[in-house]
């Protein structure tokens, strides 16, 4: 099985600690993936900003940097979702096709591929979960709201098998944080107060660990957990299920 | 002014923003309990989104059925192109009966037709008889909600307006007192009138018959009280067979305000005797987005609000934010259709992220069509020349991994060295309005990765 490791563009440059966990937990897990060290961005932010063209390149630069790999790997639902989604503007040649349908998530990788549904480990401290758009209702990672009252996912079934961990229950599970891409910036007094909101859920609810399966939709979060000074920590997933913080 | 300008007004009042995000999810969370109850739910939507795929693909076929039926129970059917003709045409039946006093059920086509203003500047009183959207009338506000037309307004907003225009006590907020005002207001313009206009939520070409769901009867009463009924329709409210009726009506109220089905669902297929029914068929700009494959599905709409009550701006941003008569995510793929220029801010008023399609009781794809209206209005050059330029240079970045990683140097840099008040400027990092930027790392993944392939080496 030969396994590349996509780092979204923001987490390369900010937050490489989640490269590095996801790598690990891989390794851990019995996968070594590789870093194709000409990978970029998988041009979501032009794409969601109405400049589907000006991003086609970016598309085509990612086929050729990925199409070779039996399963491309990122922590990141976000972009997941787009390649596999959104690539359909690309002629459908068997390199585009098989990027489109090699594009995991790294938390449905794990659970999906590997079948792992347990994690060793321990981590005792009071987790919040913020479930991302895209890898809930695009990825179908865990149930909508709208559809279903069951509230379950793959990643709180993870983090679930940690011991000690102790999951909070939140007054709306599964509330869009506000990050949206560009939105974050075009709306930015909306795009803030959402993710006010979000982080107020938590608080409220108990949460002194933050974390997710998408690292966008954490650094917006972050940003005002920081702001606010709250004493809670912000962590992606990887970290947690890695083992790196305990 | 774009949708974030008045977003950012709305949101600037918190303690409003918190009410009306509240208010909002309280109905989004009824609507829930009442879903979960149908186990057939998801199945009720399939059918539903199936019906009106069908209907929608022989849509002249359906209309032509339902003038014949129609006419043949003795209605009297006109069709309009655009809101002018559809204005001119019931200005036209209200003089025909030297008529001046006409009552309103809800009807957003009428709104959206500007059939209001245009009866009172021809002499004609024109009263809505919901209350919501009497009291927004009373005002001379737009609907900021499809079903809840006045859901931005709390009790003390009422109060003012019934204080100003119906003559209740200065700061009566007590909601029996203030509904009681307006029942009796209300009751001598139900007596008076001559006309009664109505909208229209299911016209089934089978019967030629219009059905009107309500909560307050008030259609009833108006239709049956005056001498002349006016039913104006969108020509996407057809339905094939009276059978297929009880899909919608399953659907409808559940998804709008959680209740098993509306209090009113009225039946209109003929006249009473002597008495007269009219039936407005309009287009106005419907057979355009019929037109337009990616768009079309965008017909299916029953009106319930729901992707409202559950989209995170919408909650945050109130319904005038969009500018439109149908706001929230279903008005931001409607809009931009009728203007592309005014309405190309709404598609971007959106994060994506999925709710309003999959609580749409119709599967109506309405994230999907946000993402295509914005890739429409970024080739018609209906996006702000900075982010056009910006994503183009971000487009020339990112396919170069060399330049990539040379800039991702110079944005952590910039951030580390750079003083706070640069990097958190607000006046041009809003980012930085109320959050903190990222704490730049020593190296990035890459620089990591390639320094343990050194080192491994």
Known sequence: MKVALFVPCYVDQFYPQVGIASLQLLEKLGVKAEFPAAQT?????????????????????????????????????????????????????????????????????????LGVTEIPGTFPHRVGLHLSCHGQRGLHQANESEITPVRDGQLRRLLGSLNGIELTELDRNDECCGFGGTFCVSEAAISARMGQDRVA????????????????????????????????????AAEILNGTLS | MNHATRAAKFVGDADRTTWHDETLWFVRAKRDKAVYAVPEFQDLRELASQIKDHTLSKLDTYLEQFEEQAKRNGVHIHWAADAAEHNA???????????????????????????????????????????????IQL????????????????????????????????????????TEAARQHLRARFLAAEVAISGVNFAVAETGGVVVCTNEGNADLGVNLAHVHIAAMGIEKLIPRLSDLAVFTRLLARSATGQPVTTYTSHYTKPAAGKEMHIV???????????????????????????????????????????????????????????????????????????????????IDIHTQLYKWRQVLGEANEIPASKKWSMKLMGR?????????????????????????????????????????????????????????????
């Open chain 2, 397 to 457: 970045l990112l396919t170069s991994p060399k330049a990539f990683g040379v800039g991702g140097k110079l944005a952590r840099h910039g951030i580390k060295y750079l003083p706070y008040s640069l990097t958190h400027a607000r006046h041009f990092n809003v980012w930085a309005v109320a959050r903190e930027l990222p704490t730049p790392p020593k190296q990035s993944f890459r620089e990591w990765y390639q320094q343990q392939a050194n080192t491994t080496a």
């Open chain 2, 281 to 363: 068929i309009v287009d106005n700009g419907r057979t355009k987005q019929l037109g337009r494959p990616d768009f079309r599905a965008s017909l299916k709409c029953i009106r319930c609000g729901a992707c409202m009550n559950t989209c995170p701006v919408y909650r945050r941003s109130g319904g005038h934010s969009y500018d439109f008569t149908v706001p929230g995510p279903i008005g931001a793929i409607l809009s931009p259709n009728i203007d592309m220029k005014k309405h190309s801010s709404l598609p971007f008023a959106s994060t994506l992220c999925g709710s309003c399609s999959d609580v749409c009781p119709v599967k």
């Open chain 1, 201 to 236: 859920d938590h608080e409220r609810n108990g949460t002194t660990v933050l974390t997710g399966g998408d690292m966008s939709c954490l650094m917006h979060l972050e940003g005002i957990v920081r702001r606010r000074q709250l004493p809670m920590r912000v962590l992606h």
């Open chain 2, 89 to 135: 045409i019931i200005l036209d039946i209200i003089r025909q009966h030297n008529a001046t006093r006409v009552v309103k059920s809800k009807s957003m086509l009428t709104e959206e037709c500007h059939l209001n203003p245009h009866l009172l500047s021809n002499g004609i009183e024109v009263v809505d008889t919901d209350l919501g959207e009497r009291i």
């Open chain 1, 41 to 113: 961005c998988c041009g979501q932010p032009l794409a969601n900003s109405g400049c589907e063209k000006d991003a086609l390149p970016i598309y085509r630069h990612y086929v050729d940097t990925f199409s070779d790999y039996d399963y491309v790997v990122a922590p990141s639902g976000s972009c997941v979702y787009h390649v596999r989604k959104h690539f359909d503007k690309l002629e459908q040649t068997p390199a585009v096709q098989q990027v489109r349908t090699s594009a995991y998530d790294l938390i449905d990788f794990i659970t999906t591929v």
């Open chain 2, 139 to 178: 005002r001379d506000e737009a609907p900021s909600h499809l079903v809840l037309p006045a859901i931005h307004l709390k009790k003390e907003d009422v109060g003012e307006t019934f204080f100003k225009h119906l003559g209740t006590a200065k700061g009566e907020v007590d909601p029996q007192v203030l």
